[in-house]
């Protein structure tokens, strides 16, 4: 486009036309199972690689080498020849998974890179999102899942049992097999082993009842469970972290070490639980994704060069990636991410560069040699307020089990005001709802809940806000401008905002506004992601500043439900631990709110119900329990679409895609293995 200035008018324009496509392509509505059980298609297996123009063939010798089935990256073809690595026949498995690229068959070599400001890449991260390995992959518009690691799946007639094929002949990066016993040692011997005590995750019981694993053979897994469980799929391959599969398959040959099973002397179990938590800190680890470690700097970057083993060919015969590796570097600043996409330094930005941007980033496309391209964020809202309700404040407590106080603090915010200055006025101003394309809003009831949902308690009204204050108690007893609690004692709320979380700081700074004019004292702590994760685990603040990226009962199900032990949970944190543990560790849900037990209650239920729209159909009375008792959270701006930058010379990039929910696992769906450099 031309060098004149991009007005904020042409690009809100240009934005809501992109949307459009956007939307239709990215944010299908995922289909959960059919009532009846069903069977995933076999993996088709790789043809016999035809000739091309792939520069990847090794230098002529005097005997000839045996004619191979599949191509390599010559750096691999090097080692090969060198005597240091088997041939690339030996190194796939017997059926590799065939990648068909999204536009054509690359070419091997050189590096891309992205940018992160966090201080953790393990876990849920960036990097895992990047390889995100499961069982099952989402397709690359979330519309159902196709075979990965598992080749194949079948369910029983009732949901009770279903037996996973994995794929016969995969290896670890150190050439060692994979198999089930390494998902096996994670279940056996992490979760069910009392001294390790690994949290449950969601999916893996039913009614209290932890799941029978039993090995079939070496790549055949049986798993029973004593109540029909259709979401099995959907729960555990939600993106990456310790939730999902792509993180609980780990090199058991590897892990035995540290494990006082097969090592006596290993009591303490802290190394083992540090290489499962911090597995990309280890650089002597074997993994089966793309990209294994290749170096390590603290505070600035870490390297990745391709996995020999990996497990993946293209229609062609090609071993993927094509890539030889990548770089996440580490900044301290989300602003240096905006100004080095600009400079054209970074080849794929995904997350952490902000919407306020993105009319810069449309300016410099042609400087910066890259395209612009906007994203759906995925998220039910964006700069919310979820509440805990287990401090050891019992007073403050008291005042959070009130509907009452919980709707004046709606009231008292004004959504439009911060949809307006944080995010451009292009959000929809909306509560803590699912998101709107979740599969159970399809029907006529859905629809209804969804829009009694969305506007419960949204209308900016701080003369209401006030009112609902007065009749609690909450008054400004001693004149100095600020409400006290009903006993008189200062009431001073502290929120605590992650300090990468740009959204989330300048919109409390408009909440405080909005609490001071009804005489709510609302002061925002800005700490880092390692101390807010510390506070939120001990329930130390009654409130946290968030988005949410969430749907139905396998999309995050925890963000209106108090099922799992995340930071991101309704109510808080030991609620959800008390749920997945069966009531042997965390906090039971409290007399004072028993609309907690309820949701609990609901979604224990809804996840057995094998028929579809009759499990909708009980998810929705979980919804209804938000309109009649809550907010029990407060929402503001929700539906928005985020920037993403893609360098020119990145090539089989997706055009669309998901940017906020972490349960899609956005780039991984779009399998960046088949990502080339091109011109």
Same mark, same amino acid.
């Given at each position: 486009?031309?060098?004149?200035?991009?007005? %904020?008018?042409?690009?809100?324009?240009?934005?809501?036309?992109?949307?459009?496509?956007?939307?239709?392509?990215?944010?299908?509505?995922?289909?959960?199972?059919? &009532?009846?059980?069903?069977?995933?298609?076999?993996?088709?297996?790789?043809?016999?690689?035809?000739?091309?123009?792939?520069?990847?063939?090794?230098?002529?010798?005097?005997?000839?080498?045996?004619?191979?089935?599949?191509?390599?990256?010559?750096?691999?073809?090097?080692?090969?020849?060198?005597? $240091?690595?088997?041939?690339?026949?030996?190194?796939?498995?017997?059926?590799?998974?065939?990648?068909?690229?999204?536009?054509?068959?690359?070419?091997?070599?050189?590096?891309?890179?992205?940018?992160?400001?966090?201080?953790?890449?393990?876990?849920?991260?960036?990097? #895992?999102?990047?390889?995100?390995?499961?069982?099952?992959?989402?397709?690359?518009?979330?519309?159902?899942?196709?075979?990965?690691?598992?080749?194949?799946?079948?369910?029983?007639?009732?949901?009770?049992?279903?037996?996973?094929?994995?794929?016969? @002949?995969?290896?670890?990066?150190?050439?060692?097999?994979?198999?089930?016993?390494?998902?096996?040692?994670?279940?056996?011997?992490?979760?069910?082993?009392?001294?390790? $005590?690994?949290?449950?995750?969601?999916?893996?019981? !039913?009614?209290?009842?932890?799941?029978?694993?039993?090995?079939?053979?070496?790549?055949?897994?049986?798993?029973?469970?004593?109540? /029909?469980?259709?979401?099995?799929?959907?729960?555990?391959?939600?993106?990456?972290?310790? %939730?999902?599969?792509?993180?609980?398959?780990?090199?058991?040959?590897?892990?035995?070490?540290?494990?006082?099973?097969?090592?006596?002397?290993?009591?303490? !179990?802290?190394?083992?639980?540090?290489?499962?938590?911090?597995?990309?800190?280890?650089?002597?680890?074997?993994?089966?994704?793309?990209?294994?470690?290749?170096? +390590?700097?603290?505070?600035?970057?870490?390297?990745?060069?391709?996995?020999?083993?990996?497990?993946?060919?293209?229609?062609?015969?090609?071993?993927?990636?094509?890539?030889?590796?990548?770089?996440?570097?580490?900044?301290?600043?989300?602003?240096?991410?905006?100004?080095?996409?600009? &400079?054209?330094?970074?080849?794929?930005?995904?997350?952490?560069?902000?919407?306020?941007?993105?009319?810069?980033?449309?300016?410099?496309?042609?400087? =910066?040699?890259?395209?612009?391209?906007?994203? *759906?964020?995925?998220?039910?809202?964006?700069?919310?307020?979820?509440?805990?309700?287990? !401090?050891?404040?019992?007073?403050?407590?008291?005042?959070?089990?009130?509907?009452?106080?919980?709707?004046?603090?709606?009231?008292? +915010?004004?959504?439009?005001?911060?949809?307006?200055?944080?995010?451009?006025?292009?959000? *929809?101003? %909306?509560?803590?709802?699912?998101? &709107?394309?979740?599969?159970?809003?399809?029907?006529? %009831?859905?629809?209804?809940?969804?829009?009694?949902?969305?506007?419960?308690?949204?209308?900016?009204?701080?003369?209401?806000?006030?009112?609902?204050?007065?009749?609690?108690?909450?008054?400004?007893?001693?004149?100095?401008?600020?409400?006290?609690?009903?006993?008189?004692?200062?009431?001073?709320?502290?929120?605590?905002?992650?300090?990468?979380?740009?959204? @989330?700081?300048?919109?409390?700074?408009?909440?405080?506004?909005?609490?001071?004019?009804?005489?709510?004292?609302?002061?925002?702590?800005?700490?880092?992601?390692?101390?807010?994760?510390?506070?939120?685990?001990?329930?130390?603040?009654?409130?946290?500043?968030?988005? &949410?990226?969430?749907?139905?009962?396998?999309?995050?199900?925890?963000?209106?439900?108090?099922?799992?032990?995340?930071?991101?949970?309704?109510?808080?944190?030991?609620?959800?631990?008390?749920?997945?543990? #069966?009531?042997?560790? =965390?906090?039971?849900?409290?007399?004072?709110?028993?609309?907690?037990?309820?949701?609990?209650?609901?979604?224990?239920?809804? +996840? !057995?119900?094998?028929?579809?729209?009759?499990?909708?159909?009980?998810?929705?009375? =979980?919804?209804?329990?938000?309109?009649?008792? =809550? /907010?029990?959270? +407060?929402?503001?701006?929700?539906?928005?679409?985020?920037?993403?930058?893609?360098?020119?010379?990145?090539?089989?990039?997706?055009?669309?895609?998901?940017?906020?929910?972490?349960?899609? #696992?956005?780039?991984?769906?779009?399998?960046?293995?088949?990502?080339?450099? #091109?011109?």
């Amino acid at each position: 486009m031309s060098n004149e200035k991009l007005t %904020r008018r042409d690009f809100v324009r240009w934005t809501a036309l992109t949307a459009v496509g956007v939307a239709a392509a990215a944010c299908a509505k995922p289909e959960e199972p059919a &009532a009846q059980p069903t069977t995933a298609p076999a993996q088709p297996t790789a043809a016999a690689a035809k000739a091309t123009d792939t520069p990847v063939p090794a230098k002529p010798t005097d005997t000839p080498a045996p004619v191979s089935k599949y191509k390599e990256a010559p750096m691999l073809a090097e080692l090969v020849k060198a005597g $240091k690595l088997p041939p690339v026949d030996e190194r796939l498995p017997e059926e590799p998974l065939v990648l068909a690229p999204v536009e054509k068959i690359g070419t091997y070599g050189g590096s891309w890179n992205f940018m992160s400001p966090s201080t953790n890449f393990n876990g849920g991260g960036a990097i #895992g999102m990047v390889m995100c390995e499961n069982f099952m992959r989402w397709e690359r518009d979330t519309s159902g899942h196709r075979p990965n690691v598992v080749a194949k799946w079948e369910w029983n007639a009732d949901g009770t049992q279903i037996v996973l094929h994995f794929r016969k @002949g995969m290896k670890w990066s150190d050439g060692q097999p994979l198999t089930v016993d390494d998902w096996l040692f994670w279940w056996n011997d992490m979760i069910l082993d009392e001294k390790v $005590k690994l949290t449950r995750q969601t999916g893996t019981s !039913t009614g209290g009842v932890d799941m029978k694993a039993t090995k079939l053979d070496d790549y055949t897994l049986q798993l029973n469970f004593a109540n /029909p469980n259709p979401l099995f799929v959907e729960m555990m391959n939600r993106g990456t972290g310790n %939730r999902a599969t792509s993180w609980q398959l780990v090199p058991a040959h590897y892990l035995k070490q540290f494990h006082w099973k097969y090592t006596p002397a290993a009591t303490d !179990t802290t190394p083992l639980i540090d290489h499962y938590d911090k597995r990309w800190d280890y650089l002597d680890m074997p993994t089966f994704y793309p990209m294994v470690v290749k170096d +390590i700097k603290a505070g600035e970057y870490v390297k990745f060069e391709r996995n020999p083993y990996y497990w993946k060919v293209d229609t062609e015969g090609n071993q993927l990636p094509y890539f030889d590796g990548f770089e996440v570097k580490q900044v301290k600043e989300k602003q240096l991410i905006a100004l080095s996409c600009v &400079a054209g330094e970074v080849d794929f930005q995904l997350r952490d560069i902000d919407l306020k941007d993105a009319p810069m980033f449309k300016e410099n496309e042609a400087k =910066g040699n890259y395209q612009l391209r906007m994203w *759906q964020l995925g998220d039910a809202n964006q700069a919310g307020i979820l509440i805990r309700y287990c !401090t050891s404040d019992a007073s403050l407590n008291k005042l959070l089990f009130d509907q009452k106080f919980r709707q004046a603090m709606s009231y008292a +915010i004004n959504k439009d005001r911060i949809n307006d200055i944080v995010f451009l006025g292009m959000g *929809q101003v %909306r509560s803590f709802a699912m998101m &709107a394309s979740g599969p159970e809003f399809a029907s006529e %009831r859905g629809q209804k809940v969804l829009k009694d949902w969305e506007n419960s308690c949204m209308e900016y009204d701080p003369e209401l806000a006030k009112k609902l204050l007065d009749e609690i108690g909450v008054k400004d007893v001693n004149n100095d401008g600020w409400r006290e609690r009903p006993d008189g004692t200062p009431l001073d709320m502290v929120i605590i905002v992650e300090n990468t979380d740009k959204y @989330g700081i300048e919109a409390q700074q408009l909440i405080t506004e909005d609490f001071k004019a009804v005489g709510l004292k609302w002061t925002p702590s800005v700490i880092e992601s390692t101390l807010l994760s510390q506070k939120e685990t001990n329930c130390e603040e009654a409130f946290r500043a968030r988005g &949410a990226a969430a749907s139905g009962l396998f999309v995050a199900p925890g963000h209106w439900a108090p099922v799992e032990n995340n930071d991101y949970i309704v109510c808080g944190k030991p609620y959800g631990l008390w749920y997945q543990s #069966g009531g042997k560790e =965390g906090t039971p849900p409290p007399a004072e709110a028993p609309w907690m037990k309820k949701l609990m209650d609901i979604f224990g239920e809804a +996840i !057995t119900i094998a028929d579809v729209a009759k499990r909708h159909d009980r998810t929705l009375d =979980g919804y209804q329990v938000h309109i009649d008792d =809550g /907010p029990f959270q +407060i929402g503001t701006v929700g539906s928005l679409v985020s920037p993403v930058v893609v360098k020119n010379t990145m090539k089989n990039v997706a055009e669309s895609g998901i940017v906020g929910s972490w349960v899609f #696992g956005f780039p991984g769906t779009i399998d960046p293995e088949q990502w080339y450099r #091109g011109s």
